[in-house]
């Protein structure tokens, strides 16, 4: 096959991460403090952090969904209002998002060309790898593609995803769609036909009904449904409110379940490793599938954590050392402990809390946990927890700050440190 060269293109061997195990996620308190986490949530480069990854999983992996930035050359930011009209930016309260802004193309062909040979050697023989692009570099991933999945890959697919949407461009047709290339190893791959099946259109069924002689002779069966085609609409989160995190290029969970279900079985492991707001982790965790998730912004991984804390599967929060989160200290945080309760007493604009009622001063242990509401923006200050000895609270305000406070048992009220 032909190859694509750029300018500085190499494969050396990435330096691995030095992982650090820094707390455990009970939704709701499910299964605490004995459950088996079911995903692993991330902070950290993800070329290191896959490096890091390949001793236990190189091979194992049966699903990578991967969304990196899209070589727009554009600052994105992060919503982090609540409650405001969409009709009106000028309004919004905002903070930093992330940047994909490259020196030139040859340097993020190599960005992407790196990380994209380390997922191949995480992805199971049986596995199939999602890449999601648009039209300012998905010519360009195609060939780097055929490179690395070799003579004996399998190019699956071409997805267009289409959406509505306002658009700024008067010199041509809006771009208002994005594409996805499905690769595998080889022809082994998962494909679950029935699991991703939709109604035929009212026209075709009245078609058939109406002339023996529709679809040339051949009958499908109506009742059963057929495979989506290779463009599918879904609509872009902006439209969907309840699933708005502010974070900014969310995709759609429709989108993922659709991939998710087609393309893994439960008990799967499914990856993302550029995570942005967490929707491939969500929804692989609704649908009994264990998750890798993990992103160099702090602010991603916190709204990650956020969303999977709705969900019912523990998972681990771990993080490259070199990017060890600093815990802020503030007079500002109080925390009230009564015999079955916590209460937060703050001024900060909290986005996220939780408490670890056990706390062993090394790995956090979260048995509850309270978030801010995607639309109102009301956050809960109580959470019902008895709490042992000793005990933790972390919080994270809505400027992704991170504090947190230890607390005694026998004291009524823990002032912040």
Known sequence: MPLLNWKGKTLSPPAPAALVQDAFLYPGGLGYPDAPSQG????????????????????????????????TNRKFSARIGRGEDSRKPEEWQLAEGYGDSWQDLDSYLQFLYE???????????????????????????????????????????????????????????????????????????????DAVREPYNPNTIATFKSSRKAGFGKIPNLARGKVPEDWWYFPVVARLHGERTGYPTQKPEALLKRIILASSNEGDTVADFFCGSGTTARVAACHGRKFITSDISVRAVHTARSRLAETERVFSLEHDSVLTPVMAESKKIRVHVSADSVRLETPLKVDFWEVDPDWDGHVFKSAVQAQRHTRSGELPLELKIKIGRKASVRLVTIQGKEYQLNIQAVANTANGL
């Open 115 to 193: 990380r994209l040979a380390l997922m191949v050697r995480l992805l199971a023989p049986n596995g199939t790898l999602y890449l999601h692009l648009d039209w300012h570099a998905d010519a360009y991933a195609r060939l780097i593609l055929d490179e690395l999945f070799g003579s004996g890959g399998v190019f699956i697919n071409e997805i267009i995803w289409t959406y509505h949407g306002p658009s700024p461009i008067k010199t041509a047709f809006n771009r208002k769609h994005d594409t996805i290339l499905v690769y595998a190893k080889g022809r082994d791959y998962t494909f679950n036909t």
């Open 40 to 71: 692993r949530l991330i902070l950290g480069d993800n070329l290191a952090v896959m490096s890091a990854l390949l001793p236990e999983y190189e091979g194992r992996i049966e699903l990578i969904y991967a969304d990196p930035p899209f070589f």
